[in-house]
């Protein structure tokens, strides 16, 4: 009997795989970190084949858990960190450089001069998206002028331009399978949200060959299967794929258009689904493809902050506050507030809706009574004040307020981080008890694709809350925080 799902999970600092049954039972879960590769200020880069081999590892010993019978799994669902921008050799898989990460800023210079030219308004309203470093478009761009030798090759549909599901779907099938899905495709500055299609004149615009490009499917089908893959056997169907945010938008039961999801992981990311309209926002939120199942395409409105659980991790390594990430919710705790203290962590830049590039993180109001402790609470709560932000402009562009927010995401376990999030939002969130839900998201669409589940109102009734934050802050006392949070944003 097929009822499993293996599901990829493939981050920024790591690969997670889970593999869980139709009554969502997690079987096994297995998680390796690789390496992040910082060759210049501002530049961040994979080795690809540290990727693949991290998650070829990750599978192994998630199916040797148990172990686990292979011949039960129904299909592969893969999600991943998006705008991660790879070209490879289809002749033998191998990368011509190291892929630059979403995080990576090196384009931003080449971003403006397009703003300056006056095309952010068409890109905007092609894609959804704003000229920013961030997506993958400037990326690619950027390999084909800075790799001797690469544009020609491109032009002659020698190389193979993929993000992370792309690339992980073209290694599991041995190389015969080039494909993406539309929330995948969204994200590169080359998809128009209408035609679900790479545009032409953007095309023509970024530089980018169409040779270079997979086939955009949906979000889920059977694309191919699993071959000369080590460890698996040939045959498994490779049957669902979504970028992070949109697969744990789906993992949260988030179907219909209103409701809304925050994942706090390396950065942070609120999606609110808009259904089957585009919704373009006044109010600097990104338009994206929530997911494409068979010919009906939900849309969402995005908010990214590049910095959440990255904040935490710098305290940790760069600072040294703590030696477990896990301990700064007991260290800030020992403090009723951050004393003053107001942490912007724009540690790579500010996000949405502020999307400056050149900002620098900033921490204000340290006095001679400043502790470790109070800059401990005053990170968390910089992120926090980060999605304030964001759903502050989210409400702007909607007109109306939030009912509730699911939040998601390893920093959605600090209880202490998500009740002051709820304070400062003015509106309850909603905590799931699999927090881990960008994989079961993939293996949602894996599943449909494959039989495993009927439909979704089938993976609804599944859906558990583990715990319900209510707001508790006056609404003055909010009013005063986010001021003098704004405040310190003026000066980052």
Same mark, same amino acid.
């Given at each position: ?13 790591? &690969? ?13 879960? %297995? ?39 292979? $011949?039960?799994?129904?299909?592969? $669902? ?46 905007? %309203?092609? &894609? ?9 478009? &400037? ?33 599991? &099938? ?83 258009? $209103? ?34 199942? $068979? ?198």
């Amino acid at each position: 009997m097929k009822d499993l799902i293996l599901s990829i999970d493939q981050g920024t600092t790591g &690969t997670t795989v889970v593999i869980i049954d139709r009554d969502l039972n997690i079987l096994t879960k %297995k998680n390796n970190e690789f390496p992040q590769h910082y060759p210049q200020r501002g530049w961040v880069e994979h080795n690809p084949e540290e990727i693949w081999n991290c998650s070829i590892k990750t599978i192994h010993e998630a199916l040797s858990e148990g172990p686990i019978d292979v $011949g039960r799994i129904a299909g592969i $669902g893969i999600t991943n960190q998006r705008e991660t921008t790879v070209i490879w050799e289809r002749a033998n898989s191998q990368a011509i450089h190291n892929a630059i990460v979403w995080q990576d800023r090196r384009t931003a210079a080449f971003c403006e001069k397009l703003r300056k030219k006056g095309l952010e308004k068409k890109f905007i %309203k092609k &894609t959804g998206l704003v000229l920013d470093p961030y997506f993958s478009g &400037t990326k690619i761009r950027w390999l084909l002028d800075n790799v001797p030798g690469t544009r020609d090759r491109a032009k002659a549909g020698v190389l193979a331009f993929g993000t992370i599901d792309t690339y992980l779907t073209w290694r599991l &099938t041995n190389g015969e399978i080039h494909v993406t899905d539309p929330s995948n495709a969204s994200r590169t500055l080359l998809m128009n949200l209408e035609t679900l299609d790479w545009d032409p004149e953007l095309l023509k615009l970024l530089n980018v060959p169409a040779a270079l490009l997979p086939k955009i499917a949906s979000s889920s089908e059977v694309y191919g299967a699993t071959k000369n893959v080590p460890g698996l056997p040939d045959g498994i169907p490779v049957a669902g794929i979504a970028g992070d945010q949109q697969a744990a938008l789906f993992g949260q039961a988030c179907f219909e258009a $209103g409701e809304a999801k925050c994942t706090y992981g390396t950065g942070s990311f609120i999606l609110l689904n808009t259904g089957k309209k585009i919704v373009h926002s006044k109010n600097k939120l990104l338009t994206t493809v929530a997911w494409k199942i $068979g010919n009906t395409t939900h849309y969402a409105l995005e908010g990214s902050a590049f910095i959440a659980g990255a904040a935490v991790q710098w305290l940790r390594d760069g600072l040294k506050i703590f030696s477990k990430a896990s301990e700064i919710e007991e260290l800030a705790s020992t403090v009723p507030d951050s004393h003053g203290v107001v942490f912007v962590p724009a540690l790579v830049g500010l996000g949405a809706p502020y999307w400056r590039a050149e900002a620098r993180g900033i921490m204000t109001g340290i006095t001679r009574a400043t502790t470790r402790a109070h800059i401990a609470r005053a990170t968390l709560e910089g992120i926090a004040y980060l999605q304030y932000d964001i759903l502050e402009a989210m409400t702007k562009d909607l007109a109306k307020k939030l009912k509730v927010l699911k939040v998601d995401g390893g920093a959605c376990a600090n209880n202490l981080l998500m009740q002051f999030q709820s304070d400062i939002l003015c509106v309850p969130l909603s905590r799931p008890k699999m927090i881990e839900t960008t994989a079961l998201g993939a293996a949602f669409l894996a599943g449909l694709a494959t039989g495993v589940w009927e439909t979704t109102d089938v993976i609804r009734a599944h859906w558990q809350e583990d715990k319900r934050f209510i707001p508790q802050l006056p609404k003055a006392q909010v009013k005063k925080l986010t001021q003098a949070w704004h405040e310190a944003v003026r000066k980052s």
